[in-house]
């Protein structure tokens, strides 16, 4: 099934959500996502932004709806057998690997930022293989990864079979390529598995069969860089002021890799299948034979192999300790168990304190303790909401392990070079008095007591009390940074043992900056330190973050990451 189609006017991408789910997801904010469109004419190539106009519901569906530019999905062609292929076909596989050779030598002239990686079934291709001319258009990754789950049953052939995920923008795109290339010639992906766990296991143990042994005497040099692709792993990123404890050979070797798989040559991949769809040099029934039994008996071989390498990687730990049934079930009821016990509790607070415990996990986009605070129908939204933002910022790290979501405290002691964006409050008031951004509350395992009484008077199953919350919300998409100047009324609800939050109201005005000129204008005084430039920014940008929320910030990221820059706020 594909999610993308083509008509003579119009290119729709299916969101997969009915309209009521696609209105309570933040999925019309994808709109403005800018896809990418590429013209080649012999090798000259050119590229623009591509942006989908608009939406439309189809069939109890909500589509996104942009211009055609003809053509058909790099999907479909890749369907077709490699010998029945016709020369457009051809023309149009090698088209797209020219628009992704056009990417990395725009984002090494730093033209563009690094595009990333998106499926074939979010490739569209009109080719004219005589005139030598094709126009390829590359929806959005991000775009088309939220539209893909939500095809779940399609999920693996439209996306996941042409995605490592963990890797960044650039060594995706070389990864995918690997994958368009691999099926091309052999018909197969070189990673079926349909369960993303399993494959992404797969690829990470470089479990697919050598283009080798499938008998078609591919041309070993562009072999050895498609496999190469299928070697890429995922570079571990330490924050600013840490020390970096990976070992260098390592980095030195991926480095390797990635300039290996860089010297994928499209002219010949493009002579290789013009040789396959010709016939040239097909294999006899003899050969035939003697290759698919070469590829059983490597793949029983890596099955055993692979197997001893998983279950000593999956149960290193459990092979010191006892391994005898009752042990292995206590284990893990305890564990749950113990899981249970860290959740938060509002057992113990009073309405105020509770209140500022909910917007402590709302800033922390964290939903299983937001659940804990909250109760009743009215919160379903609010819930729903937080776990859009929670979505969006893991498909962003999916996207590229460089594109962290932060609370704005924290995002000030990153480095520039860093593509993190903000999520979180800001100048937390509540009935008029200063509350940080995250506070520190009892957890289930401390079994605290009910209050029992607040104000002077004995509560009752089913008391009610309003507070007022007044922030600043900060959140980032794009190009911009939205602050939004809230005031919300909230309700809160004693079930006997303690307050949850039950309803939400509130007013909102909404400011925006250019995420650009903020960035280039707070790293040009950060040089002299993340205090003294926030310090002088604070009376332009109200809406950062105070003295505590900031030296909360830097508590935490000189604990857990020895951050220098964090050290220095605190003075140490």
Known sequence: MNIVKISADFITLSSGLSQDSFAKTHLIDQLAKKSRLFHIENDSVNSKDYVFSGTRAENGLTLFEGPSIGGKLL???????????????????????????????????NESEPFGAVGSGGIIINADEKAKTADILFVNPALFELCAQNHKKNYSDLQGKYIYKGLDAHTSLLFTRAVVAYRALTSHFPFENEDTSKRQEDIFDSNFIPLSLWGKKINENLSETIQAAFALSVKNEVMAGKRSLADAGAEQKRQRTIKKAEKFDSAIFFEELLRLSRGEEAESKEEMEVAAKKRSDFTLKTRKKLAVKRFFRRNKNRILASVAAVIVVSWFVTGFIRQNAKLVTSKGLDSSQT???????????????????????????????????????????????????????????????????????????????????????????????????????????????????????????????????????????????????????????????????????????????VRQATDSLREKYDWLPSEKDFSDAAEYLSKEYGSVEAAKYLGK
Do not use: C
């Open 75 to 109: 999907s479909d062609i890749l369907t077709v057998p490699a010998n029945e292929r016709t020369e457009s076909d051809n023309f149009s596989l090698t088209s797209f690997s020219k628009a992704v050779d056009f990417l990395f030598a725009q984002e090494e002239k």
């Open 355 to 529: 209140t500022h415990a909910f917007y402590t996990q709302f800033h922390r986009l964290d939903v299983p303790n937001l659940q804990e605070i909250v109760s009743g129908k009215r919160m379903k939204d609010m819930l729903v909401k937080v776990s859009g933002f929670y979505v969006s910022a893991k498909q962003r790290l999916e996207v590229s392990p460089d594109n962290g979501i932060l609370p704005p405290a924290r995002w000030f002691f990153y480095k520039k070079s860093s593509k993190n964006w903000m999520f979180g409050i800001t100048n937390l008031k509540i009935d008029g008095i200063d509350y940080p951004a995250e506070g520190i509350f009892y957890q289930r395992k401390d079994k605290p007591l009910p209050i029992g009484e607040e104000g002077g008077r004995i509560l009752k199953k089913g008391d009610e009390i309003s507070h007022t919350a007044e922030y600043d919300f900060i959140h980032q998409a794009e190009a911009k940074i939205f602050i939004e100047r809230m005031r919300d009324l909230v309700t809160l609800r004693w079930n006997g043992k303690q307050w949850k939050v039950v309803k939400v109201e509130g007013k909102s005005k909404i400011d925006t900056i250019k995420a650009k000129d903020f960035i280039e204008e707070y790293y040009a005084q950060a040089e002299n330190g």
